[in-house]
């Protein structure tokens, strides 16, 4: 079992930057892969960004690529979503999620068992 809490969210001009955390308690995250996923009213959980357990692999949806950073820290069970140039269609509620197994590429949401509580950012035009 892991739980996590996600933080960092808020309101941003678009143009602007802000860094997501997301907090893992429990079994050690370095045995997860993680993943950031984001959510809009009416719409259905979008995958953002996903890095292996050792930090060395990570893949990006096309809509983030070269203005997403993710890292993680397993020492402080951390793991970070940079957020640059961001867009009014980045507003969400973004999710930070955890999945077990060998394969770290995993995109789709039922491929986590674990999920954060979400943290709200909106980005004004």
């Known amino acids: 079992q892991v739980q996590l809490v996600e933080s960092g969210g808020g309101l941003v001009q678009a143009g602007g930057s802000l860094r997501l955390s997301c907090d893992a308690s429990?079994?050690?995250?370095?045995?997860?892969?993680m993943g950031w996923f984001r959510q809009t009213p009416g719409k259905e959980r979008e995958f953002v960004v996903v890095?292996?357990?050792?930090?060395?692999?990570?893949y990006y949806a096309d809509s983030v690529k070269g203005r997403f950073t993710i890292s993680r820290d397993n020492a402080k069970n951390t793991v970070y979503l940079q957020m640059n140039s961001l867009k009014p269609e980045d507003t969400a509620v973004y999710y930070c999620?955890?999945?077990?197994?060998?394969?770290?590429?995993?995109?789709?949401?039922?491929?986590?068992?674990?999920w954060g509580q979400g943290t709200q950012v909106t980005v004004s035009s």
């Open positions: 999620a955890a999945s077990l197994g060998p394969m770290w590429y995993r995109t789709k949401e039922n491929e986590y068992a674990y």
């Open positions: 429990g079994r050690t995250s370095s045995t997860y892969n």
């Open positions: 890095i292996s357990r050792s930090g060395a692999n990570t």
